[in-house]
């Protein structure tokens, strides 16, 4: 029987999760895509957008609302900026494609910069601004959804925790990657504690009357970090994406719109060429610096020692590279059933 | 004789400021570029970035540090991007032109975003972003100085508070308007704390030995909003701006390098063009649509109400632009010193 320490290899729980979304209708190569946003994410131990999502995305096509083979078309095209209307795809199937012409543009130009309508999750955002870094480049990537963070100041819904992904290569090291919502915790922190039934710190959210709680299982909505700062870049974040595709997801929701609230997002990914701009090894080289100067400051107390943005999710992943990812006792019973109803073998280990 | 509450009309106040540069040097219209910036960031009672910074400007000058009429240089050029080396201009000089210049190729391609080498003082960044929002475009602008703020999980100073600002058009409504620092309280804040002598709550800054202060005199770095993501946003502002033009900013001072700590900034100022992607009224309709629906909240407890970034500023312009903007005393002395020294007549009401 499998515990809560089963641990699968990653090339297996891809070629799981690759043939699950095949039979669910994907293109193979869509299939791909998607398993691969997924087990990365499980590889860097951010579990919450890891394959345990697979049941979330069958429901998602069971309903109609995800589409495995959308009709994806590119409305606008400069040699710097591309409009595409992803009609409902998944996340990582019109995601992936656009970041490549993103970088192609970036290339030529020195920018690349797409907005996004109407995808389905696009899963951990670093993914896509890593991609852009691989290729000597600077990755940005923004999503919005419909809402579930206060405003600054308010005790009700009014905007998403956007999250904002930046990645820059690194020599020596790993390249630079920011990954965060804006909110103060991300949703899955929520689902964790929930999970583990222990409370969370005041402050993190609010319940359905807009009353801080530090019950999980009340909260109804996140708030922002820094107040008004993460509350701002949520704003904007829907201006830049949302708005520029013209497909609105918080006011729907402010008028009580039907169906405000169900799942679907617009994005921004981009790509800024070094090269274009300067010596592209000077830069990584840069780059490691401060990444060594940061590490060598003298930690605050109660830290044993200073972390950059996306180190300790590197940390995880070196490990279960080779370990393999542990996957909770929830999280396979989800797999089990996608198994099950489309009949692909568990990958060895469950 | 002048007191805490003179009140001096923003374009006599406009006027003066002109003057004074023009005679330090500047072009006419650099200094027209320079006395705006200030001005408006006084108008907008963001005093920190208003006037009381000439005398520090002049300081700037007199060391040679800024010069009034620098060998400003396009080293890259592409149809949608810039590197502009600065020569050490003054903010606003070299800015203002650059911000038109990434108007002119978002019009043309979507997009322009120029990074800008060895700037001096850019003032409030939000005066960037506004007007390409005034254009009918989304504007971006960040900007990085040698380090000021202490790295989460870090005792010592190793980032500095990088601000961004993001502005998009309205349509009833003025721009939507972010300009916020990566700190949790902007530098500016603890100025006012010691002219007030008030103390500063826990959690803004460190002393020298990297200890949590209340005393704003005893300050010596800023601690980041957010923890881990102001910290990394600030981490990846310095790679998309001192690092894109080959003039790292932290790590010569990581590494203890002469005069790395003298003030110099790296920028980038970008514009997205809204009617390339999408109908500009509607966009400016609903960019109306998130305040109307953000205002019309329930405010959390200890508010009256919930206000949208940039609100607040925006009420002190409406009423500093009829009842002329206040000059506490020491911004006053400053005005008279630069009065006496270039013969300029102080603006009425002084």
Known sequence: MA???????????????????????????????????????????????????????????????MKPRPNIRIEKETPAVLLID???????VVTIPAVRKVIEKARKVGIGWAVIRNTLHQGAMGYYALMAAKEGMAGIAIVCNPPNMAPYGARAVGLHNSPIAICVPGQRHRPLMLDMATSVAAGGKLDVAKDKGIPIPLGWALDKD???????????????????????????FECLTSLFVGNPLLTPVYQGKPNAKVHRQNSVVAAVDIATFTDLEQYKANADGIVDGIKALPPAEGFTEVMVPGEPEERVYTERVVQGIPLPEGTILKLKSASKRFGIPLPAGL
């Open 3 to 65: 515990d809560q320490n089963a641990r699968v290899q990653a090339d297996d729980l891809k070629r799981f999760t690759q043939a699950v979304f095949e039979k669910a209708g994907f293109t193979p190569e869509g299939a791909e895509h998607q398993a691969d946003v997924l087990v990365w994410a499980n590889l860097r131990g951010v579990d919450s957008h890891g394959v345990q999502r697979i049941s979330w995305y069958l429901e998602l096509l069971d309903k109609g609302h």
């Open 210 to 236: 807009g009353k801080p709680t530090t019950d999980p299982n009340l909260a109804e909505m996140l708030l922002p970090a820094g107040g008004g700062k993460g509350s701002g870049l949520a704003m904007l």
């Open 86 to 92: 992803a009609d409902y795809s998944p996340g990582p």
